[in-house]
């Protein structure tokens, strides 16, 4: 009797176990978009239930359900879909593009995402794809002609690193000045400029260039006090809210993104300038105690004829010259300013990492630049490091961080009056052979300048001191102008959700970079006479924002 009622209860449990297993389906799929291209990350959950999976870079996924649940099929960018299983093992799901109802979530003060439609002020959204096309170095110059109601400026330095400026609604303060505060990530940003304010010197630039755009995921500008009034008075001019690209959680995976661009510059839109008249104030030729003909260093262009009759050239009263003491024909150099200046060289190189996990997710990025100015012996270099990464510690407890690096070298040109070539198109002779001053130094040391008068009796360059102007490869060449910044910047924050619409945040935020100038000015030209190299070191300044 015991034995039948042991038989009777196994045979009962097996069917039991029978009937579980029934209940549960080990269902694959596929997900693609519109165009049949597989999509990755994409989060397939089972509804009313925590249990979830997300589709590898074919698109794939595997999951088990219970035959009767619905599964809900959400991606970022797409319109999510719910699928009753209906017992089948295998499903194909097609998203559609919900780029409508992404475009109206916009990322306002403090990161908080709102609804567009829901805002009572100005914003704008630029995607990080529209900021990277010409491979800008300045990030507020890539938001040229892209941000409505925004006006930005550069300086002639510009493509060497030099000034970037921009105005959200024209000018909005007396003294003309009030740019917007940067932010990103949550992070408020120095944009300082420590350049010249007089106009003349050397064009640092601003530091908010140590943003680099190859990490921006999107900007959302915000426009006015209202729109950022959660930063107080730095925000007063409107804010420009920078958000970086992350790596994605789901199924173990690993990129890498490698990216290179190379672009030339030159000069151009130059002044028409004539060439019918050389040096000096009238048409009458100079004359030495000798009788021969000579021009003087002037720095204007309204004398006799350059019809090639020989005359005495500046470089003739070097005895160091081979030319020492011999006519040359006076006549014009119509390319003697455009002559002067290089072929500008770009190049910009990236390296990305990111990966992730169901409950992590990290991201890392280098990238180097390096400008080759059109003014001779001028460049930049610029390295960036970025890692960023988040953990879901528990299921209500996540970690993150956001780290970035920025080192900054420069070799810049002087700009402003009397700075370096600058004046030339006013304050030049039309018959100067650029060329021929481009050697400009002498086996003895002795610098050779257009800009000086020779003693008319003894023929000889006594007084070699510029009146107003330097050679030009002199200032290019002894002249230097060196600079260097380290920055970092970023966050290390906590985050626990209380409720599903309730969460907790702390962050550590920090800012800070060293930037160190230095002068150089050597012997020989106008500032200095004498044998040797002075130097201005303004030595070092550290900054925190």
Known sequence: ???????ALCVMASAGLQVVNAQQVSIAGKVTDQNGAPLSGVTIAIKGTSNAASTNSSGLFTLNADQNSTLVVSAVGYVSQEIPVKGRKTISVTLASGEKDIEEVVVTALGIQRSQKSLGYSTQKIGGDDLTFTKENNVLGSLAGKVAGAQVTGSSGANLGGTQKIKLRGINSVTGGGQPLMVIDGTPISNANFSSSTGNGVDLGNVGQDV???????????????????????????????????????????????????????????????????????????KLASGELYINGNDESWGPKMDGTPVRMYYSFYQQDPDYGKATPFVPQPNNIKDFFNTGISTNNGLTISGGAENSAIRFSYNNAYIKGTYP??????????????????EKLSASANINYANNNGQRPTQGYQGSFTGATQWFQRNIDINRLRNYKYADGTILNWNVNPNTTSELMVNNTPSDWNNPFFDAYENLNNDSRDRFFGDIGVTYKVMSNLK???????DQFTQNVNQKLAIGGRSQTGVGTFNSDQGYRVAKF
């Open 212 to 286: 680099n755009p190859e990490d921006i995921e999107s900007i959302n500008i915000l426009k006015g006090p209202t729109a950022s009034a959660l930063y107080g008075i730095r925000g007063q001019y409107g804010v420009i809210m920078i958000t970086t690209k992350k790596g994605k959680k789901g199924p173990k995976s690993i990129a890498i993104d490698l990216n290179s661009a190379t672009s030339f510059e030159q000069v151009g839109n130059f002044m028409p300038l004539q060439n019918t008249y050389g040096v000096g104030n009238n048409q009458t030729f100079l």
């Open 1 to 7: 009797m015991k034995n039948h009622l042991l038989t």
């Open 377 to 394: 012996n001028t460049w930049l270099k610029r390295n960036n490091f970025a890692i960023n990464g988040s953990l879901d510690i528990t």
């Open 504 to 510: 907790l945040s702390g962050f550590i935020r920090k």
